[in-house]
């Protein structure tokens, strides 16, 4: 079975600077989807960032980066320039991508809670 | 456009109630995932519906839980006899097709007394 682990409880980071989140998964599948979601106070589920695992190339968006090590079953999450509105819960979650039944479930990590200091 | 809207928001029961979580898909996703999230915890999955089919219920509790998506309506996660165990945030989310990305509601928080 699919496990991913985030191993920072909590962060924090004064604003304005640059923080990185840790994910580490376990897979025996070759190609996968994987994600970091946002949980604010309100607790919606913001979709951050994706990465597809046949894509070599790093995901972006904005601020938001990834550093996705597929031999080291890493994709960790870099947020730059950190703003107070990033204040919030990081999950990060793995998906098969295949038809098979069930496959298209998301398993979540632990969750990482990061501060931003003003 | 609406996205997934879930009520109630705030659920309170008593234990050995009936707790029901209803779940309206965005307008033409026919594909429904629920998941619970225990306080200080990631979400778990539960069940995947696509309309009147359950596809995979591998993470349903064996017993007092159900899940319903009926070809007209919302989608509904059914809790009988509730105990405090069931005190949780349980989502709902939306997809328009398998290779298509889920949204996700706000959630409704579950509180058994």
């Known amino acids: ?118 | 456009n609406a996205g997934v809207m879930q009520n109630p928001r705030h659920l309170v029961r008593r234990r050995g109630q009936e707790a029901r979580l209803r779940c309206s898909p965005m307008k033409g996703h026919s594909h429904v995932y629920w998941y619970r999230q225990l306080p200080e915890e990631g979400l778990k999955f539960m069940v995947y519906l696509q309309k009147e089919n359950i596809i995979d219920e591998s993470g349903m509790p064996k017993e007092r839980f159900s899940a319903e998506f009926p070809k007209e309506g919302p989608s509904i996660l059914r809790i009988q006899q509730v105990v405090r165990g069931d005190s949780a945030a349980y989502f709902c989310a939306s997809a328009l097709g398998l290779f298509t990305e889920a949204f996700f509601g706000q959630g409704t928080r579950l509180t058994v007394v």
Do not use: H
């Open chain 1, 1 to 118: 079975a699919q496990t991913v682990t985030q191993s920072q409880p909590e962060m924090s980071v004064q604003e304005a600077e640059t923080v990185t989140l840790s994910c580490t998964y376990d897979t025996s599948e070759s190609d996968y989807y994987l994600f970091w979601y946002k949980q604010p106070p309100s607790r919606q589920m913001i979709l951050v960032i994706r990465q597809e695992a046949y894509k070599q190339q790093n995901a972006t968006e904005n601020r938001f980066s990834v550093n996705f090590q597929k031999a080291a079953k890493s994709f960790s999450l870099k947020i730059s320039d950190s703003q107070l509105g990033d204040a919030a819960m990081y999950f990060c979650a793995y998906r098969r991508p295949d038809l098979i039944q069930g496959a298209q479930k998301l398993v979540f990590g632990q969750g990482t809670r990061l501060t931003i200091n003003p």
